[in-house]
């Protein structure tokens, strides 16, 4: 029996100790679970320190020391700074010494403040203000077809844009009753949001379905190796 044909084997019994939990919890799928967080935790873990640690801080605090290993400290000069992140990385570790977990505060304050504080602006202008602007530079009417089916498909796409926008921002204004026209647009902009929503939800759906289809894949796999 070589290496891969153990390898199928493997692979196709967790498979199997998974989809057990379809009939129950067992010890089977607690086994391949546990299995499975456990093997997952300790590869992300060997990956974040020699993708993330060593050429990050190691490498840039000692850099004849990994120069044979990351090409970019060839020739470079320490950079002392990296002392500030070392602290506050090794005062994060105090969490494991229940006795003085409380100074792991300090550098979770400055991780979750430092994080907060430069994804404020990235995502203000990727998730606000692009989309803002898309929708304000989008004309009503289109202006570049190829032939008057195109000009129509586009200047419909870009009226139901422009009003399923409004619809739902009507539907997030509470300082007038919902009642009349304004009601009707703010009953709109619900079937605007479900539809996103629901599409949303169809995407991750089918995201996770082309997971069981390849497992599914595999399980034919094992199958087929039988003949």
């Known amino acids: 029996m070589d290496w891969s044909t153990v390898q199928l ?12 939990f379809l009939y129950k919890d067992n010890p089977f799928y607690k086994f391949a679970e ?15 320190f020699w993708q993330q640690i060593v050429p990050n801080l190691l490498a840039k605090l000692a850099p004849g020391s990994f120069e044979n290993i990351i090409e970019a400290a060839r020739g470079q000069q320490p950079e002392l700074v990296y002392i500030i992140p070392l602290i506050l990385g090794l005062i994060l570790l105090t969490r494991l010494i229940p ?6 505060r300090w550098s979770m304050a400055f991780i979750i403040g430092y994080t907060a504080g430069s994804n404020l602006p990235r995502y203000l202008v990727s998730d606000f203000i692009k989309q803002v602007e898309k929708t304000l530079a989008l004309p ?25 926008v409004i619809c739902g921002l009507v539907y997030f204004y509470f300082s007038k ?5 304004f009601g009707r647009a703010s009953r709109a902009g619900i079937w605007v949001l479900m539809v996103a929503f629901g599409a949303s939800f169809g995407y991750t759906v089918m995201a996770r379905i082309s997971l069981l289809i390849g497992r599914l894949e595999f399980l034919g796999s094992w199958i087929r190796s039988f003949t």
């Open 9 to 20: 084997w493997v692979g196709a019994l967790l498979t199997l100790m998974i989809f057990s």
């Open 34 to 48: 546990h299995l499975f967080v456990g093997v997952s935790a300790a590869y992300w873990m060997v990956q974040g």
């Open 99 to 104: 006795s003085i977990a409380w100074f792991s």
């Open 140 to 164: 009503l009417v289109a202006t570049h077809a190829d032939n008057w089916l195109q000009w129509i498909m586009y200047s419909v796409s870009n009226l139901v844009v422009f009003g399923g």
């Open 177 to 181: 009753e919902h009642t009349g026209a």
